[in-house]
C-alpha cells in the first residue's frame, strides 16, 4: 500500500474539476476520484469524469448515486429549460435555474465522508468564484463554512486529523484555469462542461456553461477541444 499522502478529488467530469485533480497529482497526493450521479440531464460528464480519472491515474473512481430529481428545482435536473445566449451576450446577473439546490453540499459531504473512511487529508474540489454562473456554493464564504463544519462533525478531525477542503481554482478566471491545466498535461478534450450535452459529449454552445469555457480557450489562447453539436 502507498504511504504516499491521499486526496479525494470531486470530478464532475468538466473543465474545472480535471484540472483541481491534475493539481492535486501534482502535489503529490495519491488520488481517489469522485463523481456523484444525481440525476442530471447531462449524464455524459459522467462518462467524461470517467475519461479523466483514467487518463491522470486516479488510484480509484466512484460514481456514487444520489437521485436529486426526488427533490427537483433545478433545470440541471427537472424538466425546465436551459437558458440559452449567444456568445457575445453577457451571462445574466442572479442566480440561474441551472442552479441544484444543495447539490455542493451533498457532494462534499459524501467527499468527506470517503475522505474520513481512506485516511485522507483532503478533498479537492474545482469550484470557482470568478468565471462561473453565480452559484451561492461556489464562494469562498461557503467553502470556509464547509470546513468549519467538516472539524466539528469527523471523528478524524476531533482526533487531530482534520480534512481540509481544497478549492485551487476558487479565485482564478477561467482562461487561467486552462493555462494552470495545459502545463499540467490535462487533455480538455476529455472535458464535458455544457449543462445539455447529448449523450455523444457533443456540446451545445449557448448555454452560460459553454459560453464560459469557450470565452475561457479565446481569452488563454488555447486551441478549445470542445466538440459542439452541428459545429455551433
Request: with cysteine.
Amino acid at each position: 500500500m502507498s504511504s504516499r499522502k491521499r486526496a479525494v478529488v470531486l470530478l464532475s467530469g468538466g473543465l474545472d474539476s480535471a484540472t483541481a485533480l491534475a493539481m492535486a497529482n501534482d502535489k503529490g497526493f495519491d488520488c481517489y476520484a469522485l463523481s456523484v450521479s444525481y440525476g442530471q440531464r447531462h449524464i455524459a460528464e459522467l462518462a467524461a469524469a470517467k475519461r479523466v480519472a483514467d487518463a491522470q491515474g486516479a488510484i480509484e473512481h466512484r460514481i456514487v448515486d444520489v437521485d436529486m430529481r426526488a427533490i427537483g428545482g433545478s433545470a440541471l435536473t427537472d424538466d425546465i429549460a436551459v437558458p440559452e445566449a449567444e456568445q457575445n451576450e453577457p451571462v445574466a446577473a442572479g442566480i440561474p435555474v441551472t442552479y441544484v439546490p444543495a447539490r455542493n453540499t451533498i457532494m462534499l459531504s459524501v467527499a468527506l465522508g470517503w475522505a474520513e473512511v481512506l485516511g485522507a487529508e483532503a478533498i479537492y474540489a474545482g469550484v470557482n468564484a470568478v468565471d462561473y454562473s453565480g452559484y451561492p456554493d461556489c464562494r469562498p464564504a461557503y467553502i470556509q463554512a464547509f470546513q468549519a463544519m467538516a472539524n466539528l462533525a469527523t471523528k478524524a478531525a476531533i482526533e487531530g486529523q482534520p480534512i481540509h477542503v481544497v478549492t485551487p481554482l476558487i479565485d482564478l478566471t477561467k482562461a487561467e484555469i486552462i493555462r494552470l491545466g495545459v502545463e499540467l498535461g490535462v487533455n480538455y478534450g476529455d472535458t464535458v462542461s455544457c449543462y445539455q450535452a447529448n449523450e455523444a459529449g457533443e456540446a451545445c454552445g449557448r448555454c452560460d456553461s459553454c459560453r464560459i469555457r469557450r470565452a475561457g480557450f479565446v481569452e488563454a489562447g488555447e486551441q478549445d477541444p470542445t466538440k459542439y453539436v452541428n459545429n455551433a
